[in-house]
């Protein structure tokens, strides 16, 4: 489902004298329907640059980024939108908040956005925001004002509304208390078994190993190893 061939990445930081940060070269990372893989490696390894390339934020310099049928590498804007849309969901640390729409909002846009009936939306978003515990006084409430941990379980939700074929997670457990967590180790679980290819950084290793079939250590691919 995600097939990465050949990945080359540099950083150049224009306002520094054009200094070229070589950051990646050669990478290769497969990832098979209902498989998760961690990716792995020192702080600064690369391994959130990857998942930012995968994602379509990053571009690269050189290889392939195969998501299905496209290659993000050199897809235009608007194939990388709608494979956003309907194939590949990204679950980030921080939720990005607009003010004034109500969580349950939040939570079942994704499903608006491919045509889901609204109240089917609705009782999906309702469902997760359940799960994660959200209390339903906050519902109808926009997550600005929420804490923490609760922000990030909205954003877990919303990640989770749509059964994206292929899904990215960084750092899908961080700042949650033990219930809630396993929660969230239980939808990537049931991701899994629907056929999903998952991607994910885990600082949490007890995380990892539950749900990881396997790790990928990303410093395999910085330019010094692989020269
Ligand atoms: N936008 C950017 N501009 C310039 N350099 C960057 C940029 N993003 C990342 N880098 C550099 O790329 C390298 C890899 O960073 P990255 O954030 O991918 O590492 P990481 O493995 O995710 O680290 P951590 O575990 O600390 O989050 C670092 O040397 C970093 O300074």
């Known amino acids: 489902m995600i097939r990465i061939e050949n990945l080359s990445k540099s950083f150049v930081l224009h306002n520094q004298g054009s200094a070229t940060i ?19 490696g020192v702080s600064g390894a690369g391994k959130s640059t990857l998942m930012r390339m995968i994602y379509g934020n990053y571009l ?21 939108i709608s494979l956003r849309r309907e194939t590949l969901g990204y679950v980030s640390q921080f939720l990005r908040v607009v003010p004034r729409v109500a969580t349950m909002d939040v939570v079942a846009e994704p499903l608006l956005a491919i045509g889901t009936p609204a109240d089917q939306a609705r009782d999906k978003a309702c469902s997760l925001l359940q799960m994660l515990n959200i209390p339903e ?20 939700a919303r990640g989770f509304a749509h059964d994206y074929p292929a899904l990215l997670l960084d750092e899908p457990t961080a700042s949650l208390d033990a219930k809630n967590r396993e929660v969230v180790l239980s939808l990537i679980d049931a991701a899994k078994t629907r056929g999903a ?9 007890a995380a990892r190993d539950r749900v990881c079939d396997r790790e990928v250590d990303v410093t395999g691919f910085t330019p010094q190893r692989a020269a």
Do not use: Y
């Open 22 to 40: 070589p950051v990646m070269k050669d990478a290769q990372l497969s990832v098979a329907p209902g498989e998760c893989i961690a990716l792995t």
């Open 60 to 80: 690269a310099n050189a290889g392939r980024i195969m998501v299905g049928d496209v290659d993000i590498a050199t897809a235009q804007p608007r194939e990388i």
């Open 137 to 156: 006084r906050l519902w109808s409430l926009s997550p600005t004002t929420f804490s923490g941990g609760e922000q990030q379980r909205v954003n877990i």
């Open 197 to 205: 290819a998952i991607i994910g950084i885990f600082h949490d290793e």
